[in-house]
Antibody, heavy 126, light 111 residues
Framework: EVQLVESGGGLVQPGRSLRLSCTASGFTGSRFTFGDYAMSWFRRAPGKGLEWVGLIRNKLYGGATEYAASVKGRFTISRDDSKSIAYLQMNSLKIEDTAVYYC????????????WGQGTLVTVSS | QSVLTQPPSVSGAPGQRVTISCTGSSSNIGAGYDVHWYQQLPGTGPKLLIYAHNNRPSGIPDRFSGSKSGTSASLSITGLQAEDEGDYYCQSYDSSLNEVVFGGGTKLTVL
């Protein structure tokens, strides 16, 4: 079964940077590999609901990226298909970026997100 | 303010049925974009419950069902169980924003 594990969260000061990783496993034996899927990042701020952060398409689409307006220009998503890892580089962090960050795999069918990680907490505070 | 509107909370007794609504607009649900539903239990990551309006992934019991009509969608849960307590989110795509969008989430309490 596919598993996604986020890492890299922690306490960071406003204006600084942080990079999160999403390591995938469980593709062994499947006809599809990590590189065949688009991967997305989401977040849930304290007391709030889920928010989409951005997405990176698969190799067929050249790994093109899309971002929510709230993070565009500050956050960058990348991937290393050889290591089955997706990254979220967060620059110029703001207090309002404090949240649990999740990665998820976009299914190949209906653009739902069929596998999610447990999340990693990012706290932006001075 | 979420693009998709859900009730903040619903509740029901064990064994009962509850329905959670998700109201959108002509740029998302009404434009024909698929609606998906997720369950998030305390301390865990979200879990896909329903995809493309009314399809259940493998392993999701048939107590969970979805529907869509016009600019709205709904999730129904029958035979409520204590372990169903958690937050439920609808999700679609908005062509005006060019973003994946969510409802604000609905907290389900099993009485």
């Amino acid at each position: 079964e596919v598993q996604l594990v986020e890492s890299g969260g922690g306490l960071v000061q406003p204006g600084r940077s942080l990079r999160l990783s999403c390591t995938a496993s469980g593709f062994t034996g499947s006809r599809f590999t990590f590189g065949d899927y688009a991967m997305s990042w989401f977040r849930r701020a304290p007391g709030k609901g889920l928010e989409w952060v951005g997405l990176i398409r698969n190799k067929l689409y050249g790994g093109a990226t899309e971002y929510a307006a709230s993070v565009k220009g500050r956050f960058t998503i990348s991937r290393d298909d050889s290591k089955s890892i997706a990254y979220l580089q967060m620059n110029s962090l703001k207090i309002e970026d404090t949240a649990v960050y999740y990665c998820a795999r976009r299914s190949g069918g209906y653009e739902d997100f069929d596998y999610w990680g447990q999340g990693t907490l990012v706290t932006v505070s001075s | 303010q979420s693009v998709l509107t859900q009730p903040p909370s619903v509740s029901g007794a064990p064994g009962q049925r509850v329905t959670i609504s998700c109201t959108g607009s002509s740029s998302n649900i009404g434009a024909g974009y698929d609606v998906h539903w997720y369950q998030q239990l305390p301390g865990t990551g979200p879990k896909l419950l329903i995809y493309a309006h009314n399809n259940r992934p493998s392993g999701i019991p048939d107590r969970f069902s979805g529907s869509k009509s016009g600019t709205s969608a709904s999730l129904s849960i029958t035979g409520l169980q204590a372990e169903d307590e958690g937050d439920y989110y609808c999700q679609s795509y908005d062509s005006s924003l060019n973003e994946v969008v969510f409802g604000g989430g609905t907290k389900l309490t099993v009485l």
